[in-house]
């Protein structure tokens, strides 16, 4: 990771490397309103550090663990605007149409995986998995 500018920490003196594996840390164990405070802190004290797209990506993915699906549609919707081409678009775009799926929004839902096949024509498992998905929604 790129040194933060001189002077640039977080609240309490966390760097960013441990602001954001503390955030990680709190999903993995299941603690997903701290994760979502953790990592919405993260993006907010360092806007451009390399791991903001993911942040973003995982602040969804926290509101998708606690069945906040219209809020986590709202999340991996950040990841789609702000982080084009980034690695965790199609991944957002993906857990997005399975926001919508939840919500029983099966227009969306398809128009979210439509969106990813053909954004990202390389097969990858986000991909793939769309696909699937697309065949089994109702017409």
């Known amino acids: 990771n790129p040194p933060q500018p001189a002077g640039v920490t977080a609240p309490g003196g966390m760097s960013a490397q441990r602001m954001f594996d503390t955030a990680m840390s709190d999903y993995f164990g299941g603690q997903f309103d701290l994760a ?41 919707g950040r990841v789609i605007e702000q982080h084009k081409r980034s690695a965790w678009e199609p991944e957002a775009l993906y857990k997005q149409g399975q926001s919508f799926e939840q919500l029983k929004d099966v227009a969306r839902a398809r128009q979210a995986y439509e969106t990813l096949v053909k954004t990202f024509p390389d097969t990858n498992n986000a991909v793939i998995l769309a696909k699937q998905r697309l065949q089994a929604l109702p017409r």
């Open 36 to 76: 979502v405070a953790g990592f919405e802190g993260y993006i907010r004290t360092y806007p451009t550090a390399p791991d903001v797209a993911r942040a973003q990506y995982y602040v969804g993915e926290s509101l998708y663990q606690m069945k906040r699906y219209q809020e986590a549609v709202t999340a991996y």
